[in-house]
């Protein structure tokens, strides 16, 4: 079972540069999140996307944009990527946003460095 | 205001012995789950066990338990038996059913946990 699969697992950027995080699931979820984690933290939720044509922001969305393309595809875009998004990214998914029960299910991460 | 608080960045345990991960957190929310995750050292996020607001039973999934005390809002993990693998951070996490934070989750720092053989 693939479940949440991310890629690039490894990426380098230089400032300016722009770039896209994929991020697919086989789980049939309807919802989608794309979170950061920076050293020593826990994660924080960049965006997310309830179901297919929805997408909202969360805490930390400025410098992302995010395009859930169809049910299982949910990606984010970098514009113009700066040394403080240096990060681990992680995609999640979960059968429904509004279901406080349901756990999230995690890809492997993609890490990020810009320089 | 942090609305999910790990105050243990560290902890160590001895192989075999158990021990308890705090967690406390904040809501307003009737409706709210709280998850426990881990994350080995290689990175991805492993699923736990979760307790529901409204559940009178502590969670329980194999050597995990979760001690619930709703009026103190806490939710701490506790892991018995601790193995060598049990060495990884764990994350206590929040879903709101209600309001402007309806479906978000918020993660706590986390607790690194190192069991000594």
């Known amino acids: 079972n693939a479940g949440v699969t991310q890629t690039p697992k490894f990426q380098v950027l230089k400032t300016g540069q722009s770039m896209t995080l994929q991020c697919a699931q086989d789980m049939n979820h309807n919802s989608m999140y794309w979170y950061r984690q920076d050293p020593g933290m826990g994660l924080r939720l960049i965006y997310y996307s309830a179901s297919e044509g929805t997408t909202d922001k969360g805490e930390v969305p400025n410098g992302y944009n995010v395009s859930r393309l169809n049910k299982r595809e949910f990606s984010l875009r970098l514009e113009s990527a700066a040394p403080s998004q240096t990060s681990v990214y992680f995609c999640?998914?979960?059968?429904?946003?509004?279901?406080?029960?349901?756990?999230?299910?995690f890809g492997d991460g993609t890490r990020l460095s810009i320089l | 205001a942090q609305k999910i608080t790990q105050t243990q960045p560290g902890m160590f345990v001895q192989e075999k012995e158990a021990v308890t991960l705090d967690c406390t957190y904040d809501?307003?929310?009737?409706?709210?789950?709280l998850f426990w995750y881990k994350q080995p050292s290689s990175g991805e996020m492993i699923f736990l066990i979760y307790?529901?607001?409204?559940?009178?039973q502590n969670a329980t999934e194999g050597r995990y338990s979760l001690n619930f005390q709703k009026a103190r809002k806490s939710a701490n993990l506790v892991i018995s038996a601790s193995q060598l693998g049990d060495s990884a951070m764990y994350f206590c996490?929040?879903?709101?059913?209600?309001?402007?934070?309806?479906?978000?989750?918020?993660f706590g720092d986390g607790t690194t946990l190192t069991v000594k053989p």
């Open positions: 996490a929040m879903r709101e059913g209600r309001g402007t934070n309806a479906g978000k989750s918020t």
């Open positions: 809501t307003s929310d009737q409706s709210y789950g």
């Open positions: 307790q529901g607001s409204y559940d009178e």
């Open positions: 999640a998914s979960s059968e429904y946003t509004g279901e406080v029960n349901q756990p999230q299910h």
